[in-house]
T-cell receptor, first 112, second 115 residues
């Protein structure tokens, strides 16, 4: 099974609503990143949260990290149709492995 | 200006052929990567290079060979293409090797279809 698994796999909401996506991982990490992928495009970095941080904000994005539960959440407030995309969490393990491990993503659809 | 560019964007070819995908970054980054994204959107690291030196070589068949002529370029050559190679291949770069310390910048992807 994957190191990072997002939940739900798909989410459909109305414009203006909040969207929450969760990521669970299995092994200890140094930090965790969230990326967005619009259809047919490459991934775009959204936010990085370190293992000693609990919460981080960037504009309408709020990320939390609970290392005891090995989970993170991404909250998008006041969603817009342009937020429609797939969202991925990526973990940097503390094993020295020099690669990010990506989850399978949450597909978010924001209805106008 | 495009930060990370890949060519071609689409590649349709027959089984057994050899093909290359080119990647260039103009960000001055030291580290570059190749990822494969399968039909279920799962993204997996294939290779990473730092200053033209191979750092990561995941369990990728020998038919895949990366080449980094300079630190701004990382090309991917694939020999004897197979149906299972069909996927979207992404190039990415980051400022340094500190995984997780640096955000990664992704190219637009190359959709490879092997028939």
């Amino acid at each position: 099974s994957q190191q990072g698994e997002e939940d739900p796999q798909a989410l459909s909401i109305q414009e203006g609503e909040n969207a929450t996506m969760n990521c669970s991982y299995k092994t200890s990490i140094n930090n965790l990143q969230w990326y967005r992928q619009n259809s047919g495009r490459g991934l775009v970095h959204l936010i990085l949260i370190r293992s000693n941080e609990r919460e981080k904000h960037s504009g309408r994005l709020r990320v939390t990290l609970d290392t005891s539960k090995k989970s993170s959440s991404l909250l998008i407030t006041a969603s817009r149709a342009a937020d429609t995309a797939s969202y991925f969490c990526a973990t940097a393990l503390d094993t020295g492995r020099r690669a990010l491990t990506f989850g399978s993503g949450t597909r978010l659809q924001v209805q106008p | 200006d495009t930060a990370v560019s890949q060519t071609p964007k689409y590649l349709v070819t027959q089984m057994g052929n050899d093909k290359s995908i080119k990647c260039e970054q103009n960000l001055g980054h030291d580290t570059m990567y190749w990822y494969k994204q399968d039909s279920k959107k799962f993204l997996k690291i294939m290779f990473s290079y730092n200053n033209k030196e191979l750092i990561i070589n995941e369990t990728v068949p020998n038919r895949f060979s990366p080449k980094s002529p300079d630190k701004a370029h990382l090309n991917l050559h694939i020999n004897s293409l197979e149906l299972g190679d069909s996927a979207v291949y992404f190039c990415a770069s980051s400022q340094g090797l500190g995984v997780g310390t640096y955000e990664q910048y992704f190219g637009p992807g190359t959709r490879l279809t092997v028939t």
